[in-house]
Antibody, heavy 119, light 107 residues
Framework: QVQLQESGPGVVKPSETLSLTCTVSGASISGYYWSWIRQPPGKGLEWIGYIHYSGSTDYNPSLKSRVTMSLDTSENQFSLKLTSVTAADTAVYYCARNQYLPHDVFNFWGHGTAVTVSS | IVLTQSPGTLSSSPGERATLSCRASQNINHNHLAWYQQKPGQAPRPLFY???IRATGVPDRFSGSGSGTDFTLTISRLEPEDFAVYYCQQYGTSPVTFGQGTRLEIK
C-alpha cells in the first residue's frame, strides 16, 4: 500500500521560504511522477507542480517563479520550496502520486499539512 | 482550462439520485477528466479518471460520463457516506486545473 506523509513547519513568516517534504512508503519514488497540490482554507484545489524521478519538473505558471521541487531517491522523499510567501500561500499542502503520466489523475495522496503564513 | 462545476451546492436525501456537472472552457484532450470526493479534514479521494473509468474500490452506484467539454458524475442512490464535496480535474493540458467543487449536502 502506497503511503505519503508530508512534513514541515506549520507556520512561516511573510517573505520567507516555505519548505515541505513528502516521505513515500510502500513504493519506490523511481518510475513515477510526484505532485504537490494545495487547498486554501475553505477553498478549492490548486496544482502546484510535479517532479519526475529523472528530475524533470513542470510548475503551475501562477507559481513558477517561486517554486522549486527536488527529490532524494536515497530517502524516498521529494520536496517543495516556495519562496517569498504571503498570506495568500496559507493552505493545506498535499503531496500526491500521479497515476502514470506527467499530468494525470492523482491516485495516492498524503493526509496534508496545514501551513499558515503569519508573523 | 477553466472548469465550472454546477450546482455549487446540491441538497438531496439518501436514496435519491444526484447529478453533478463539470463544464470545461475548452475541449479536454483525450477526455482526461477525473472526479474526486473530499470529506472534511481528509484528502481528496479519486473516483474516476478518463471521464468514466472507476477508480479502485469505488461503488458502482457512482458513474462518470461525458466528453469534450461536458462531463457528469452521477450517484444513482445516495448513501449517507456520499455527502461530501466533489471536484473535477482536467489533466489533458498543462497546467492541471480543478473545478471549484460541488457540495452535496443532506436535505
Amino acid at each position: 500500500q502506497v503511503q505519503l506523509q508530508e512534513s514541515g513547519p506549520g507556520v512561516v513568516k511573510p517573505s520567507e521560504t516555505l519548505s515541505l517534504t513528502c516521505t513515500v512508503s510502500g513504493a519506490s519514488i523511481s518510475g513515477y511522477y510526484w505532485s504537490w497540490i494545495r487547498q486554501p482554507p475553505g477553498k478549492g484545489l490548486e496544482w502546484i507542480g510535479y517532479i519526475h524521478y529523472s528530475g524533470s519538473t513542470d510548475y503551475n505558471p501562477s507559481l513558477k517563479s517561486r517554486v522549486t521541487m527536488s527529490l532524494d531517491t536515497s530517502e524516498n522523499q521529494f520536496s517543495l520550496k516556495l519562496t517569498s510567501v504571503t498570506a495568500a500561500d496559507t493552505a493545506v499542502y498535499y503531496c500526491a502520486r500521479n497515476q502514470y503520466l506527467p499530468h494525470d489523475v492523482f491516485n495516492f495522496w498524503g493526509h496534508g499539512t496545514a501551513v499558515t503564513v503569519s508573523s | 482550462i477553466v472548469l465550472t462545476q454546477s450546482p455549487g451546492t446540491l441538497s438531496s436525501s439518501p436514496g435519491e439520485r444526484a447529478t453533478l456537472s463539470c463544464r470545461a472552457s475548452q475541449n479536454i484532450n483525450h477526455n482526461h477528466l477525473a472526479w474526486y470526493q473530499q470529506k472534511p479534514g481528509q484528502a481528496p479521494r479519486p473516483l474516476f479518471y478518463g471521464a468514466s473509468i472507476r477508480a479502485t474500490g469505488v461503488p458502482d452506484r457512482f458513474s462518470g460520463s461525458g466528453s469534450g467539454t461536458d462531463f457528469t458524475l452521477t450517484i444513482s442512490r445516495l448513501e449517507p457516506e456520499d455527502f461530501a464535496v466533489y471536484y473535477c480535474q482536467q489533466y489533458g493540458t498543462s497546467p492541471v486545473t480543478f473545478g471549484q467543487g460541488t457540495r452535496l449536502e443532506i436535505k
